[in-house]
């Protein structure tokens, strides 16, 4: 916007943006009647059976763009790509079964690379009873996982991000802000919890905070067609977002509302529901706190202590990945 | 082997190759008793309900690897990696159901390429009646697409490769040969015809041609502990191959039994199904093949008018990724 353009016949997806290039692809795509959710949540829902819905999903990492081979351990990684994953599965209330791997390796990587890459892997998938199933594995210049992930939730029961109603209560499981700093690559995917909650509770809007807490509110809130406030003071600000505040000049809160990857659940439900699960802790070990609440009508505003004024929140932009 | 390795104690991807990487990873893979197959066929099975198992692939294409995209166009490669994976599920007997699309793009990718690639990908989508039912997309260096398919079958009627009986006769769709030469990415995945075939007649055993006949066999005959004697005068070889031969100085039955990309259908059964199927054509408009038979014995032999004598096979080697 407001730049000058060289090449305004062909723009490139930097031009674009992702928001966009996914709004352009979506349209065209074929869908059978079978498929109730496709594009647009953490996963897909497809009808199986009578009994059962089946989740997909999909999510690729790729060296030097979300992870560092060179720095980081490739068992670490591994465990945060099937993580990344397994947490999309949670923020629909589903439980995750089958894995398929697909890996883009040089052919100068170090098999032992390869073996700790799948040693952290195997670790993660039986923590969670995922069975990693198959996948494939090519030559290229860039090291990248790509990870499948199926899932099944009882028939209708997913918790998609569209259904959150006027004057529902807005939730968030954990602490945010500050991931950078360590949790990033150490999280616990909300499984246990998403099912024990999905199971005593009547949740009506989910996402999992990929890409920080305003961004996915946001993506909440676009899906179910509604507005909401925040109450700044209630936000659970993680201890790593005030140890990074130090650093980056930033406030505390604002590292807990716009960094990403803290995976935890943003969910909503009737204030009568929430009451009920904030007073039995949702039967989960994990905090949950009450930071908000689901208006009719759009946007999204602030309410402080100090300010009872309610402020229209400034956009902080999630991260784009063009 | 042989040569001189400079880093005894970090063997890389080349070192080791790709059936020796394959074998070391999948001894440690969790997998739940409802998987009944999972690497080592064309797709993993799991049972789903009482009446399907589902099947699952995936499978990653590369810029400069696997296509070009400055000399291909867009749409031809999206139309090949989706045909792939329906000719993997259709290796098994099976209907194709869901895709997930994963891309891996530079961001100065042309937004007209992407949508390109979509539209080539919705019309061979929409041709097999497959939903794309989502996907994501990152940024990288090197252009790459990842397709997961999903599909099903009658429950325990997938056709594995490692059903091959002694006496069996070998089978193939279409003709073999010179895919390099355009058929490669232009290819019909042979999805009606394996349904066709499978409703009517047992096969037992099955497997698409990717890697080359010869080394496509292999597979089948090694997964099934079997042998088997190859009939050279009858191999069905594509023009394209006989062409292929006026350049390479390979004769043509060389290229039909080596070149890759045929993505035809190798298949064996008992001789009495054979004799009915061949009669009836198999029901379908696509040639089929008699090719030669399983053997208890191990190896491969070649047989030919000339020579009534069986030759132990040499070895070609199928295309290996690192």
Chains 1, 2 share one sequence.
Not at 89 to 106: C, D, F, Q, T
Request: hydrophobic share 40%; aromatic share 6%; with cysteine.
């Amino acid at each position: 916007m407001g730049k000058l353009k060289k090449k305004t016949d062909s723009p490139s997806l930097a031009d674009l943006g992702e928001t966009a290039l996914i709004a352009r692809i979506r349209k065209g795509l074929p869908v059978s009647r079978k498929v109730k959710v496709a594009i647009g949540d953490d996963t897909t829902v497809i009808q199986q059976d009578k009994q059962h819905d089946l989740l997909l999903t999909v999510d690729t990492s790729i060296d030097g763009i979300d992870f560092l081979l060179k720095e980081q351990p490739a068992d670490k990684i591994a465990k945060k790509v099937l993580a990344q994953n397994l947490s999309d599965i949670a923020a629909m209330g589903g439980v995750p079964e089958y894995a398929l791997i697909s890996l883009g390796m040089p052919s100068d990587l170090p098999v032992k690379t390869v073996d700790l890459f799948y040693r952290g892997l195997c670790q993660m998938a039986r923590r969670y009873q995922v069975s990693i199933v198959g996948g494939d594995m090519s030559r290229s210049r860039q090291f990248f996982a790509s990870v499948t992930l199926s899932g099944r939730v009882a028939r209708d029961k997913a918790v998609l991000r569209s259904g959150a109603k006027s004057g529902d209560w807005i939730l968030v499981t954990g602490q945010l802000g500050g991931s950078i700093l360590g949790s990033h690559l150490n999280f616990v995917p909300r499984v246990k919890e998403s099912l024990a909650l999905t199971r005593r509770y009547k949740l009506n809007a989910m996402i999992d905070v990929s890409d920080g807490l305003v961004t996915d509110l946001g993506h909440l809130l676009k899906a179910s067609g509604k507005g909401a406030v925040l109450r700044l003071d209630h936000i659970p600000i993680a201890p790593a977002a005030r140890r990074l505040a130090q650093k980056s000049g930033e406030t505390a809160l604002k590292h807990a509302l716009s960094d990403g990857e803290d995976f935890e659940l943003l969910f909503t439900c009737a204030p009568s529901v929430a009451r009920k699960l904030l007073k039995a802790k949702g039967g989960i070990q994990t905090r949950i706190t009450h930071i908000g609440e689901i208006m009719a009508g759009g946007g999204l505003f602030y309410q402080s202590s100090s300010t009872a004024k309610k402020v229209k929140a400034s956009k902080w932009q999630g991260y784009q990945h063009f």
